[in-house]
C-alpha cells in the first residue's frame, strides 16, 4: 500500500483532521495485555497514588500510537511514516468513572521536506494539558 496524498497537492500549513481518542480503565488492562506492561501505575489507584502520580496513568506507549493514528489515518498507509518521536510532557490521568479520559490530537504539515517527504507537527492533549510535545512524524506521500 502507497500513500493516498501527493507531496504536489499538500502544502506547510495543511491541517491533518483532528482525532478524539477516548481511554478508560479497560483500555490500559488491553493495552497492558497486548504491550506486557503490567506496571501498576497504569490498574492500580492506590499504588498510582503512593509513588505521587494524581491517579492511574495511560501507558506512554499507548499515548505516541493514539496520537500517530492522526498522521496513518490522514496519509492512509502506516508504513508512509518513517520517522517518529515525542517528548512526554504530562501523563494521561484515567479516572475510574463511566467516561475515563480523552486524548485530543491535532496535526499540521509543519515542512516540505526532500524525497516527497513532509514533516507534520502534532498536538496532543488531555484534560486540556498538552501531554506530549515535540511531537513530529516524517512521512513520505505519493
Known sequence: MTAKISYADVEVGTELPARTFPVTRATLVQYAGASGD?????WNERFAKEVGLPDVIAHGMFTMAEAI???TDWVGDPGAVVEYGVRFTRPVVVPDDD???VIEVSGK???KLDDNTVRVDLTATSAGQKVLGASRAVVRLA
Open 109 to 111: 504539515v509543519a515542512a
Open 99 to 101: 467516561k475515563g479520559a
Open 69 to 71: 493514528r492522526v498522521v
Open 38 to 42: 503490567f506496571n501498576p501505575i497504569h
